[in-house]
């Protein structure tokens, strides 16, 4: 929906300057192509930019920023129930101006202050200036679909839809946070409140920023999966049952829209169950989006089954086909849209795929993101599980020397994190274990690092999913929407759909479902080793049995396949060699020039690609101006 940005002087007696506002917010503009505003409060002392993209009441009633008495907002994203919560505040006498769902917010926040979040089901992140009690509150979505990220400098609040922003403001120091490079190359992306940057950090998921003035952030959860009872008692028809309903429910919630929208197809199960269920709310043809890489058969090509649903569904079909040469024409501009950088191989995928729909005409799209992590879509996973149960859960009663004796004789990675008390389960988008840095890294880069820095990422989150008594599966389900969802998947969407002005929504992370899926029992998510059970289950007669019965392929591209041809291998690894990483003195060149694996080379490349952006572009920017 928007791009936001702004600051303020929170200890800082220096004047916000419009003119610095407004070039933070215009490095968004592709986030918002379709209006601009700035608010300055009297005193010099607040700056909120936002850039806008309409979907909901196009009229100039919802531009932002907006005002209503003392309380000022810039937003970016999509109340849901907005609709609900405008009908009950005009209960209690509240008037509104416009159709949007930014007024409600305010509204809201009149109502119940801080705590108005907790009513909010959306995906969101926004900033209100309440000009009375002298107080800034932000606030990201339970789950983190929309992006927020902020720094404080100097007595000065800075805040973006992405960093890019926050760099713009002149006064702002750059500086590479050169340790959490580590944890990019360990978990492909950066966990949260982690990131490139000394200073800015990004709010974790289900999250408030509260600055009151003279004093220093305070940031608190509001939320979490877990709130609720963790029940078992209910049976696999009942669960089901309720799986559709919520899920039915959330689609057509957010097709909520003044613009046209349509939904990502790859063929698979979720974006099938998507595209079914926009169709039956709608009552007429949904537009669906795919795409597919060419040469390689239906390894890599699911058009197949995806043209499969839309014309059982009578969709109109977009399709897309690209080759290596799409993925060197990304390469150029990747950087640019991921100043927190992304590892995921099928970045350029999305991206390509989100061009289609936006030259198709259409602004808003369903994405099928979440599902597999909530309701057990992956193999692996279901191993990890495995492996929990047969020997990590007894490892506490086992003496020491028999904990460190399988490192000992093996040396793997799955034996170290034994040895070390470390939980078998990262998350499937690991891309150098600790055991692989002892190579990758340079010995002196490895001594900056804090020991066990990358599993202290993941341990409070076990350690909450303990204390809530959740099952083997959920655990690892937890870590997921903790890390993996909203700072790997969501983040990669968000960046891909919104360069080319695209808003992507997620109904399978509605907090509603999200709560649900983490009182749903192992034994109902997966049954004789049928993965995602209860969710085939629930759709059963919506979405075709052939899709519903098919093993998961995953939506990817041929990277081993075009790194064997030296026309694509070669730059990529010129790249790498070439880059800004080791004369930071982080990688070891030997171990670099024997990389194999895609995803290694992909991760590697990327944080190459961002540190020539980002860091040494501007050293050398700074080096001839000093000439």
């Excluded at 505040?89 to 801080?114: C, N, W």
Aim: hydrophobic content about 40%.
């Amino acid at each position: 929906m928007c791009g936001i940005a702004g600051l303020y002087r929170f200890a800082d007696s220096r004047p916000v300057r419009r003119e610095d506002v407004d070039a933070m917010r215009d490095t968004l503009m592709y986030r918002g192509p379709d209006a601009a505003g700035t608010y300055m409060s009297p005193d010099g002392r607040v700056g909120l930019g936002s850039r806008r993209l309409k979907i909901i009441d196009l009229s100039e009633a919802g531009a932002q920023p907006m005002t209503s008495g003392a309380l000022h907002i810039v937003y970016n994203g999509e109340i849901y129930n907005f609709k609900e919560l405008r009908a009950e505040f005009e209960k209690k006498g509240h008037r509104f101006a416009s159709q949007s769902d930014t007024e409600v917010i305010l509204a809201a926040y009149e109502e119940y202050g801080t705590e108005c979040v907790k009513r909010f089901n959306g995906m969101f992140a926004f900033v209100i200036w309440d000009d009375v009690k002298k107080l800034l509150f932000a606030a990201r979505d339970h789950v983190g679909i929309k992006p927020f990220y902020y720094a404080v400098q100097n007595g000065s609040f800075y805040f973006g839809s992405e960093i890019k922003a926050i760099l713009a403001h002149p006064a702002f120091q750059k500086r590479f946070a050169k340790e959490n490079a580590s944890y990019y190359l360990t978990f492909a992306s950066l966990p949260a409140p982690h990131t490139l940057f000394e200073d800015v950090h990004k709010l974790p998921a289900g999250h408030t920023l509260i600055i009151e003035e003279g004093k220093a952030p305070v940031i608190a959860p509001y939320w979490s999966p877990l709130d609720g009872e963790y029940q078992k008692d209910a049976s696999e028809e009942q669960y089901a049952e309720e799986v559709l309903k919520i899920l039915t429910d959330s689609i057509r919630g957010q097709m909520v829209s003044d613009v046209p929208f349509g939904c990502f197809l790859s063929g698979g199960i979720d974006s099938s169950v998507n595209a079914a269920l926009m169709s039956r709310a709608l009552g007429a043809p949904v537009e669906t989006f795919s795409v597919a890489a060419a040469g390689y058969g239906e390894k890599y090509d699911e058009l197949r089954y995806a043209r499969q649903v839309a014309d059982t569904l009578g969709s109109h079909r977009h399709e897309l086909v690209v080759g290596h040469e799409a993925l060197m024409r990304f390469l150029p501009v990747y950087a640019n849209h991921f100043d927190d950088p992304n590892g995921d191989p099928i970045t350029f995928l999305v991206y390509y795929l989100s061009e289609l729909i936006k030259k198709s005409g259409v602004t808003v799209a369903q994405v099928g993101e979440g599902a597999d992590e909530l309701f057990v879509g992956y193999e692996a996973t279901l191993r990890a599980t495995r492996l929990y149960e047969r020997v990590w859960r007894h490892a506490a009663r086992l003496p020491e020397f028999l904990k460190r004796l399988p490192h000992m004789l093996l040396k793997n990675e799955y034996a170290r994190r034994f040895a070390q008390g470390e939980e078998p389960y990262w998350g499937h988008a690991i891309a150098f274990t600790p055991t692989d840095k002892e190579l990758l890294l340079t010995p002196a880069y490895r001594k900056t690092l804090a020991p066990g820095h990358e599993y202290a990422v993941l341990a409070p989150f076990y350690k909450e999913a303990d204390a809530h008594g959740l099952d083997a599966l959920a655990r690892m389900s937890y870590v997921d929407i903790k890390h993996r969802i909203p700072e790997f998947l969501l983040q990669r969407v968000d960046r891909m759909a919104m360069a080319h002005s695209v808003e992507a929504r997620v109904p399978f992370l509605d907090k509603r479902l999200v709560e649900l899926a983490f009182r749903i029992p192992e034994r109902v998510k997966v049954k004789d080793g049928e993965l995602k059970h209860v969710l085939k289950r629930a759709v059963q007669g919506i979405v075709p049995d052939e899709i519903l019965r098919r093993k998961k392929q995953g939506f990817g591209a041929p990277f081993p396949e075009w790194l064997a041809k030296p026309e694509t291998a070669a730059p990529l690894l010129k790249t790498i060699e070439n880059s800004g990483l080791r004369e930071e003195g982080i990688l070891n060149g030997d171990r670099v020039r024997k990389l194999r694996r895609p995803f290694e080379i992909w991760t590697v490349l990327t944080l190459s690609l961002w540190h020539d952006r980002w860091i040494r572009a501007s050293e050398g920017a700074r080096a001839s101006v000093q000439e």
